[in-house]
Protein backbone atom coordinates (compact mmCIF):
# COMPACT_ATOMS: atom_id res chain seq x y z
CA UNK A 1 0.00 0.00 0.00
CA UNK A 2 1.14 3.23 -0.90
CA UNK A 3 -0.34 6.69 0.53
CA UNK A 4 -1.89 9.35 -1.57
CA UNK A 5 -0.38 13.44 -1.49
CA UNK A 6 -3.20 15.80 -0.82
CA UNK A 7 -3.15 18.98 -3.04
CA UNK A 8 -3.78 22.41 -2.77
CA UNK A 9 -4.50 24.43 -5.60
CA UNK A 10 -5.72 28.08 -6.49
CA UNK A 11 -9.09 28.25 -7.67
CA UNK A 12 -8.60 31.98 -8.90
CA UNK A 13 -6.11 34.36 -10.28
CA UNK A 14 -3.87 33.53 -7.95
CA UNK A 15 -3.38 35.34 -4.40
CA UNK A 16 -5.93 33.52 -2.74
CA UNK A 17 -3.97 32.82 0.55
CA UNK A 18 -2.77 29.68 -0.64
CA UNK A 19 0.76 30.62 1.25
CA UNK A 20 -1.83 30.90 4.96
CA UNK A 21 -3.27 27.86 3.85
CA UNK A 22 -0.48 25.60 3.01
CA UNK A 23 1.67 26.53 6.11
CA UNK A 24 -1.34 25.87 8.32
CA UNK A 25 -1.74 22.24 6.45
CA UNK A 26 2.30 22.01 6.24
CA UNK A 27 2.50 21.64 9.93
CA UNK A 28 0.79 17.84 9.91
CA UNK A 29 2.85 16.94 6.23
CA UNK A 30 6.08 14.60 6.16
CA UNK A 31 6.69 16.12 2.88
CA UNK A 32 5.85 19.44 0.84
CA UNK A 33 6.22 19.66 -3.01
CA UNK A 34 6.43 22.01 -5.34
CA UNK A 35 5.05 21.66 -9.12
CA UNK A 36 4.96 24.08 -11.24
CA UNK A 37 6.08 28.09 -11.69
CA UNK A 38 9.04 29.99 -10.71
CA UNK A 39 10.01 32.90 -8.49
CA UNK A 40 6.84 34.72 -9.85
CA UNK A 41 5.11 33.07 -6.93
CA UNK A 42 4.85 34.75 -3.44
CA UNK A 43 4.08 34.54 0.34
CA UNK A 44 5.17 35.96 3.38
CA UNK A 45 4.84 34.07 6.38
CA UNK A 46 5.42 35.19 9.83
CA UNK A 47 6.41 32.58 12.41
CA UNK A 48 7.42 33.72 15.71
CA UNK A 49 7.51 37.26 14.83
CA UNK A 50 9.81 36.74 12.26
CA UNK A 51 8.72 37.42 8.67
CA UNK A 52 9.80 34.85 5.76
CA UNK A 53 9.55 35.49 2.19
CA UNK A 54 8.81 32.19 0.27
CA UNK A 55 8.82 32.09 -3.62
CA UNK A 56 10.25 29.15 -4.28
CA UNK A 57 10.88 26.77 -1.57
CA UNK A 58 7.66 24.75 -0.64
CA UNK A 59 5.96 26.55 2.39
CA UNK A 60 6.85 23.06 4.79
CA UNK A 61 10.54 24.75 5.41
CA UNK A 62 8.52 26.58 7.90
CA UNK A 63 8.07 23.28 10.14
CA UNK A 64 11.33 21.62 11.07
CA UNK A 65 10.08 18.02 10.75
CA UNK A 66 8.86 18.59 6.94
CA UNK A 67 10.96 18.36 4.21
CA UNK A 68 10.67 20.10 0.49
CA UNK A 69 10.72 19.00 -2.82
CA UNK A 70 11.13 21.31 -5.68
CA UNK A 71 9.66 19.31 -8.96
CA UNK A 72 10.49 18.76 -12.15
CA UNK A 73 7.85 21.16 -13.79
CA UNK A 74 9.63 24.27 -11.45
CA UNK A 75 12.01 26.32 -13.36
CA UNK A 76 14.37 27.07 -11.21
CA UNK A 77 16.57 30.69 -10.97
CA UNK A 78 19.56 29.71 -9.25
CA UNK A 79 20.85 32.93 -7.77
CA UNK A 80 16.99 33.73 -6.21
CA UNK A 81 16.79 30.10 -5.14
CA UNK A 82 20.37 30.88 -3.00
CA UNK A 83 19.50 33.60 -1.99
CA UNK A 84 16.08 32.99 -0.06
CA UNK A 85 17.77 30.25 1.33
CA UNK A 86 20.15 32.29 2.86
CA UNK A 87 17.13 32.86 5.26
CA UNK A 88 17.08 29.60 7.11
CA UNK A 89 19.74 27.06 8.60
CA UNK A 90 20.45 23.80 8.26
CA UNK A 91 18.96 22.88 5.44
CA UNK A 92 20.62 19.53 4.01
CA UNK A 93 18.30 16.38 3.98
CA UNK A 94 14.85 18.88 4.32
CA UNK A 95 15.56 19.95 0.94
CA UNK A 96 15.59 18.71 -2.52
CA UNK A 97 15.38 20.04 -5.77
CA UNK A 98 14.40 17.57 -8.91
CA UNK A 99 17.55 17.32 -11.57
CA UNK A 100 14.86 17.76 -14.22
CA UNK A 101 13.87 21.08 -13.24
CA UNK A 102 14.77 23.62 -15.59
CA UNK A 103 16.93 26.59 -15.13
CA UNK A 104 15.88 30.52 -15.59
CA UNK A 105 19.01 32.69 -16.22
CA UNK A 106 19.14 36.27 -15.97
CA UNK A 107 18.47 36.54 -19.89
CA UNK A 108 15.13 35.20 -19.08
CA UNK A 109 14.07 38.23 -17.27
CA UNK A 110 15.61 40.82 -19.49
CA UNK A 111 13.42 39.30 -22.53
CA UNK A 112 10.51 38.51 -20.16
CA UNK A 113 10.70 42.65 -19.30
CA UNK A 114 11.72 43.62 -23.28
CA UNK A 115 8.80 41.49 -24.96
CA UNK A 116 6.30 43.52 -22.68
CA UNK A 117 7.38 46.69 -23.48
CA UNK A 118 6.86 46.40 -26.85
CA UNK A 119 3.85 44.72 -26.59
CA UNK A 120 2.58 47.92 -25.56
CA UNK A 121 -0.86 48.09 -24.49
CA UNK A 122 -1.52 44.65 -25.18
CA UNK A 123 0.89 43.45 -22.69
CA UNK A 124 0.28 40.64 -20.35
CA UNK A 125 1.50 42.43 -17.21
CA UNK A 126 3.85 39.84 -16.34
CA UNK A 127 5.84 39.37 -13.16
CA UNK A 128 8.73 40.36 -15.05
CA UNK A 129 10.83 37.79 -13.49
CA UNK A 130 11.43 35.77 -16.79
CA UNK A 131 8.76 32.74 -16.61
CA UNK A 132 7.60 33.02 -20.10
CA UNK A 133 10.89 32.88 -21.87
CA UNK A 134 12.16 29.88 -19.41
CA UNK A 135 9.01 27.83 -20.52
CA UNK A 136 9.54 28.49 -23.80
CA UNK A 137 13.08 27.59 -23.74
CA UNK A 138 12.03 24.10 -22.40
CA UNK A 139 9.58 23.46 -24.69
CA UNK A 140 11.37 24.56 -27.56
CA UNK A 141 13.69 21.82 -26.77
CA UNK A 142 16.57 24.33 -25.94
CA UNK A 143 16.74 24.55 -22.42
CA UNK A 144 18.73 23.84 -19.65
CA UNK A 145 18.11 21.22 -16.69
CA UNK A 146 19.42 21.41 -13.38
CA UNK A 147 20.81 18.23 -13.60
CA UNK A 148 23.41 19.85 -16.06
CA UNK A 149 25.41 21.76 -13.08
CA UNK A 150 27.19 18.57 -12.11
CA UNK A 151 28.90 19.27 -15.35
CA UNK A 152 29.68 23.00 -15.61
CA UNK A 153 32.17 22.99 -18.58
CA UNK A 154 29.96 21.57 -20.78
CA UNK A 155 26.55 23.64 -19.52
CA UNK A 156 28.73 26.89 -20.13
CA UNK A 157 29.46 25.41 -23.75
CA UNK A 158 26.23 24.66 -24.26
CA UNK A 159 24.58 28.09 -23.49
CA UNK A 160 26.71 30.02 -25.17
CA UNK A 161 26.01 28.44 -28.24
CA UNK A 162 22.15 28.44 -27.54
CA UNK A 163 23.07 32.43 -27.08
CA UNK A 164 24.80 32.35 -30.46
CA UNK A 165 21.97 30.53 -32.11
CA UNK A 166 19.75 33.22 -30.56
CA UNK A 167 21.76 36.30 -31.48
CA UNK A 168 19.18 38.01 -33.75
CA UNK A 169 16.68 37.69 -31.12
CA UNK A 170 19.36 38.91 -28.02
CA UNK A 171 19.97 42.25 -30.03
CA UNK A 172 20.27 43.85 -26.73
CA UNK A 173 21.75 40.90 -24.62
CA UNK A 174 25.41 40.41 -24.92
CA UNK A 175 26.45 36.70 -25.48
CA UNK A 176 28.38 35.80 -21.98
CA UNK A 177 32.21 35.78 -21.20
CA UNK A 178 33.30 31.99 -20.70
CA UNK A 179 35.25 32.77 -17.72
CA UNK A 180 32.56 34.88 -16.01
CA UNK A 181 29.96 32.21 -17.06
CA UNK A 182 31.87 29.13 -15.46
CA UNK A 183 32.61 31.07 -12.28
CA UNK A 184 28.84 31.69 -12.11
CA UNK A 185 27.48 28.35 -12.88
CA UNK A 186 30.14 26.55 -10.53
CA UNK A 187 29.12 28.65 -7.73
CA UNK A 188 25.55 27.29 -8.18
CA UNK A 189 26.92 23.98 -8.32
CA UNK A 190 28.32 24.18 -5.23
CA UNK A 191 26.02 25.65 -2.89
CA UNK A 192 22.57 23.08 -4.92
CA UNK A 193 24.69 20.23 -5.25
CA UNK A 194 23.68 18.55 -1.88
CA UNK A 195 20.01 19.32 -3.05
CA UNK A 196 20.07 18.15 -6.25
CA UNK A 197 18.22 14.20 -6.60
CA UNK A 198 15.86 12.47 -8.80
CA UNK A 199 12.70 13.54 -7.16
CA UNK A 200 10.62 11.04 -8.41
CA UNK A 201 12.04 8.24 -6.99
CA UNK A 202 11.87 10.47 -4.12
CA UNK A 203 8.12 10.86 -3.97
CA UNK A 204 7.91 7.65 -5.35
CA UNK A 205 9.37 5.93 -2.19
CA UNK A 206 7.92 8.83 0.20
CA UNK A 207 4.72 7.82 -0.80
CA UNK A 208 5.33 3.94 -0.46
CA UNK A 209 6.75 4.11 2.74
CA UNK A 210 3.07 6.06 3.51
CA UNK A 211 4.40 9.32 4.46
CA UNK A 212 1.99 12.19 4.45
CA UNK A 213 2.58 14.74 1.38
CA UNK A 214 1.31 18.06 0.16
CA UNK A 215 1.24 19.26 -3.42
CA UNK A 216 1.68 22.68 -3.32
CA UNK A 217 0.18 24.55 -6.49
CA UNK A 218 1.28 28.16 -7.51
CA UNK A 219 -0.81 30.75 -9.18
CA UNK A 220 -4.25 30.18 -10.19
CA UNK A 221 -6.94 28.11 -12.40
CA UNK A 222 -7.26 31.42 -14.30
CA UNK A 223 -4.00 31.76 -15.33
CA UNK A 224 -3.14 27.88 -16.11
CA UNK A 225 -1.94 28.14 -19.58
CA UNK A 226 -4.25 26.01 -21.11
CA UNK A 227 -7.34 26.68 -19.07
CA UNK A 228 -7.36 30.18 -18.22
CA UNK A 229 -7.75 33.23 -19.91
CA UNK A 230 -5.14 32.92 -22.63
CA UNK A 231 -3.06 34.37 -23.66
CA UNK A 232 -3.42 36.60 -20.53
CA UNK A 233 -2.15 33.36 -18.12
CA UNK A 234 1.19 32.53 -16.91
CA UNK A 235 3.23 29.76 -18.88
CA UNK A 236 2.71 26.58 -16.65
CA UNK A 237 0.13 24.17 -15.62
CA UNK A 238 -1.39 25.55 -13.07
CA UNK A 239 -3.83 23.41 -12.27
CA UNK A 240 -4.32 19.45 -9.88
CA UNK A 241 -2.84 17.94 -13.37
CA UNK A 242 0.21 20.29 -13.52
CA UNK A 243 1.15 17.72 -10.08
CA UNK A 244 1.40 14.71 -12.18
CA UNK A 245 4.07 16.37 -14.88
CA UNK A 246 5.60 18.37 -12.67
CA UNK A 247 6.15 15.78 -10.06
CA UNK A 248 6.64 12.75 -11.75
CA UNK A 249 3.20 10.83 -10.06
CA UNK A 250 -0.15 9.70 -11.48
CA UNK A 251 -3.57 10.86 -10.97
CA UNK A 252 -4.06 7.74 -8.55
CA UNK A 253 -1.41 9.24 -5.90
CA UNK A 254 -3.49 12.62 -5.45
CA UNK A 255 -6.08 12.11 -2.57
CA UNK A 256 -7.87 15.19 -0.94
CA UNK A 257 -7.80 18.38 -3.30
CA UNK A 258 -8.38 21.81 -1.56
CA UNK A 259 -9.10 24.36 -3.30
CA UNK A 260 -8.09 28.26 -2.30
CA UNK A 261 -10.77 30.97 -3.05
CA UNK A 262 -11.13 33.91 -1.73
CA UNK A 263 -14.28 35.74 -0.43
CA UNK A 264 -14.01 37.72 -3.70
CA UNK A 265 -11.88 37.94 -6.63
CA UNK A 266 -8.36 40.28 -7.61
CA UNK A 267 -6.56 39.71 -10.42
CA UNK A 268 -2.64 41.25 -10.94
CA UNK A 269 -1.61 41.79 -14.61
CA UNK A 270 -3.59 42.45 -17.68
CA UNK A 271 -6.44 40.32 -19.27
CA UNK A 272 -10.23 39.75 -18.93
CA UNK A 273 -11.87 39.85 -15.25
CA UNK A 274 -15.92 40.17 -15.84
CA UNK A 275 -16.30 40.58 -12.39
CA UNK A 276 -13.91 43.74 -11.58
CA UNK A 277 -15.52 46.74 -9.78
CA UNK A 278 -13.35 49.52 -10.71
CA UNK A 279 -15.58 51.87 -8.41
CA UNK A 280 -15.76 52.62 -4.43
CA UNK A 281 -16.30 48.96 -3.68
CA UNK A 282 -13.25 47.68 -5.57
CA UNK A 283 -11.05 50.51 -3.41
CA UNK A 284 -12.98 49.18 -0.61
CA UNK A 285 -11.58 46.08 -0.87
CA UNK A 286 -8.19 46.35 -2.26
CA UNK A 287 -7.76 48.56 1.14
CA UNK A 288 -9.64 46.42 3.72
CA UNK A 289 -7.66 43.54 1.89
CA UNK A 290 -4.34 44.52 1.47
CA UNK A 291 -4.09 43.25 -1.98
CA UNK A 292 -0.97 44.71 -3.41
CA UNK A 293 1.31 42.35 -5.13
CA UNK A 294 4.18 40.24 -2.42
CA UNK A 295 6.18 39.71 -5.61
CA UNK A 296 5.94 43.09 -7.53
CA UNK A 297 4.35 45.83 -5.57
CA UNK A 298 1.80 46.21 -7.74
CA UNK A 299 -1.79 47.12 -6.77
CA UNK A 300 -4.70 44.27 -7.79
CA UNK A 301 -7.59 44.36 -9.88
CA UNK A 302 -9.96 44.09 -7.58
CA UNK A 303 -14.18 42.40 -7.64
CA UNK A 304 -16.81 40.43 -6.55
CA UNK A 305 -16.73 36.64 -6.26
CA UNK A 306 -17.25 34.64 -10.00
CA UNK A 307 -19.00 31.79 -9.29
CA UNK A 308 -18.71 31.12 -12.94
CA UNK A 309 -14.90 30.54 -12.89
CA UNK A 310 -15.03 29.04 -9.31
CA UNK A 311 -16.76 26.11 -10.43
CA UNK A 312 -15.25 26.28 -13.48
CA UNK A 313 -11.97 25.73 -11.19
CA UNK A 314 -13.81 22.83 -8.99
CA UNK A 315 -14.54 20.97 -11.70
CA UNK A 316 -10.75 21.43 -13.62
CA UNK A 317 -9.15 20.40 -10.21
CA UNK A 318 -11.65 17.57 -9.03
CA UNK A 319 -11.82 20.04 -5.43
CA UNK A 320 -13.04 17.93 -2.47
CA UNK A 321 -13.73 21.24 -0.37
CA UNK A 322 -12.70 24.68 -0.76
CA UNK A 323 -10.61 26.97 1.99
CA UNK A 324 -12.78 30.51 1.46
CA UNK A 325 -10.40 32.66 2.46
CA UNK A 326 -10.59 36.61 3.90
CA UNK A 327 -14.05 36.64 4.49
CA UNK A 328 -14.00 39.38 6.79
CA UNK A 329 -12.79 41.61 4.15
CA UNK A 330 -16.33 41.90 3.11
CA UNK A 331 -17.64 42.92 6.50
CA UNK A 332 -19.21 46.23 6.69
CA UNK A 333 -21.00 46.25 3.04
CA UNK A 334 -24.42 46.94 3.02
CA UNK A 335 -24.91 44.87 -0.32
CA UNK A 336 -22.38 41.71 -1.75
CA UNK A 337 -22.31 40.93 -5.34
CA UNK A 338 -21.64 37.04 -6.65
CA UNK A 339 -21.76 36.77 -10.64
CA UNK A 340 -23.76 34.38 -11.37
CA UNK A 341 -23.32 34.26 -15.49
CA UNK A 342 -21.92 36.31 -18.01
CA UNK A 343 -24.10 37.83 -20.86
CA UNK A 344 -22.11 38.14 -24.16
CA UNK A 345 -23.36 39.15 -27.07
CA UNK A 346 -27.05 39.10 -25.50
CA UNK A 347 -26.92 35.93 -24.63
CA UNK A 348 -26.33 34.49 -21.25
CA UNK A 349 -23.47 31.99 -20.47
CA UNK A 350 -22.79 30.46 -16.90
CA UNK A 351 -19.45 28.41 -17.91
CA UNK A 352 -16.24 29.94 -19.03
CA UNK A 353 -15.68 30.40 -22.73
CA UNK A 354 -13.56 30.35 -24.96
CA UNK A 355 -12.99 34.15 -24.84
CA UNK A 356 -14.45 36.44 -21.79
CA UNK A 357 -12.96 39.48 -23.28
CA UNK A 358 -16.71 40.74 -23.87
CA UNK A 359 -18.18 38.77 -20.60
CA UNK A 360 -20.51 41.41 -18.65
CA UNK A 361 -21.52 40.02 -15.46
CA UNK A 362 -24.98 39.22 -14.12
CA UNK A 363 -24.99 39.71 -10.93
CA UNK A 364 -26.95 37.85 -7.90
CA UNK A 365 -26.84 40.17 -4.60
CA UNK A 366 -27.20 39.76 -1.18
CA UNK A 367 -27.37 41.23 2.07
CA UNK A 368 -23.99 42.26 3.69
CA UNK A 369 -22.53 41.48 7.40
CA UNK A 370 -20.22 42.99 10.33
CA UNK A 371 -17.80 41.59 12.40
CA UNK A 372 -16.75 38.14 10.75
CA UNK A 373 -12.93 39.07 11.59
CA UNK A 374 -11.19 36.85 14.14
CA UNK A 375 -14.27 33.99 14.84
CA UNK A 376 -12.81 30.36 15.09
CA UNK A 377 -16.50 28.88 15.45
CA UNK A 378 -18.66 28.73 12.03
CA UNK A 379 -21.91 28.52 14.57
CA UNK A 380 -20.55 32.24 15.31
CA UNK A 381 -20.42 34.21 12.28
CA UNK A 382 -23.36 36.52 11.18
CA UNK A 383 -26.40 35.20 9.49
CA UNK A 384 -25.60 36.88 6.43
CA UNK A 385 -21.89 35.60 6.07
CA UNK A 386 -23.37 32.24 6.52
CA UNK A 387 -25.98 32.32 3.94
CA UNK A 388 -23.29 33.29 1.33
CA UNK A 389 -21.31 29.98 2.43
CA UNK A 390 -24.06 28.45 1.55
CA UNK A 391 -24.86 29.96 -1.53
CA UNK A 392 -21.39 29.41 -2.37
CA UNK A 393 -21.83 25.44 -1.80
CA UNK A 394 -25.20 25.62 -3.81
CA UNK A 395 -23.57 27.83 -6.70
CA UNK A 396 -20.24 26.23 -7.14
CA UNK A 397 -21.46 22.64 -6.38
CA UNK A 398 -18.46 22.30 -3.39
CA UNK A 399 -17.93 21.95 0.04
CA UNK A 400 -16.32 25.09 1.74
CA UNK A 401 -14.79 22.78 4.22
CA UNK A 402 -12.54 25.82 5.58
CA UNK A 403 -13.39 29.84 6.41
CA UNK A 404 -10.36 32.31 6.81
CA UNK A 405 -11.34 35.10 8.57
CA UNK A 406 -8.24 37.17 9.43
CA UNK A 407 -4.47 37.10 8.71
CA UNK A 408 -3.56 34.65 11.66
CA UNK A 409 -2.93 30.88 11.44
CA UNK A 410 -5.65 30.75 14.37
CA UNK A 411 -8.11 32.99 12.52
CA UNK A 412 -9.56 29.49 10.37
CA UNK A 413 -12.30 27.93 11.13
CA UNK A 414 -12.37 24.15 9.97
CA UNK A 415 -15.73 22.74 9.47
CA UNK A 416 -16.47 19.31 10.37
P1 LIG B 1 4.32 35.59 -15.42
O1 LIG B 1 3.96 34.35 -14.65
O2 LIG B 1 5.32 36.45 -14.72
O3 LIG B 1 4.68 35.30 -16.83
O4 LIG B 1 2.98 36.50 -15.48
C1 LIG B 1 1.84 36.10 -16.25
C2 LIG B 1 0.55 36.51 -15.55
O5 LIG B 1 0.42 35.77 -14.34
C3 LIG B 1 0.52 37.98 -15.11
O6 LIG B 1 -0.83 38.42 -15.19
C4 LIG B 1 0.95 37.95 -13.66
O7 LIG B 1 0.47 39.04 -12.93
C5 LIG B 1 0.29 36.65 -13.23
N1 LIG B 1 0.97 36.02 -12.09
C6 LIG B 1 2.13 35.32 -12.09
N2 LIG B 1 2.43 34.88 -10.87
C7 LIG B 1 1.42 35.29 -10.06
C8 LIG B 1 1.15 35.12 -8.66
O8 LIG B 1 1.87 34.47 -7.92
N3 LIG B 1 0.00 35.71 -8.22
C9 LIG B 1 -0.85 36.39 -9.03
N4 LIG B 1 -0.63 36.55 -10.33
C10 LIG B 1 0.50 36.02 -10.85
Known amino acids: MSSRADLIVGLQWGDEGKGKIADHMAQTYDF ?9 AGHTIVVNGKK ?14 AKNIVGNGVVLSPHNFIEEMSQFDNLEGRLFISDKAHILLPHHALLDQAKEIRKGDKAIGTTGKGIGPAYSDKIARVGHRVGELFDCEKLASKIIKYFEHHSNIFIDIPIPNRDELMEELKGYRDILSPYITDTTQLIWRVLDEEK ?44 EVTGIAK ?64 LDVLDGFNEIKVCVAYEINGKRIDYIPYDLEDAKPIYKKFEGWDNSAGIRDFNRLPAGAKEYIFAIEEMVKCRVGVVSTGPDREDTIIRE
Not at 32 to 40: D, L, T
Not at 230 to 240: F, G, M
Request: aromatic share 6%; net charge neutral; glycine share 14%.
Open 52 to 65: HALHLIPSGILNPK
Open 212 to 255: RVLLEGAQGTMLDIDHGTYPYVTSSTTISAGACSGLGINHRDIG
Open 263 to 326: AYCTRVGNGPFPSEDLGEDGERLRVNGHEFGTTTGRPRRCGWLDAVALRHAVRINGVDQIALMK
Open 32 to 40: VCRFAGGHN
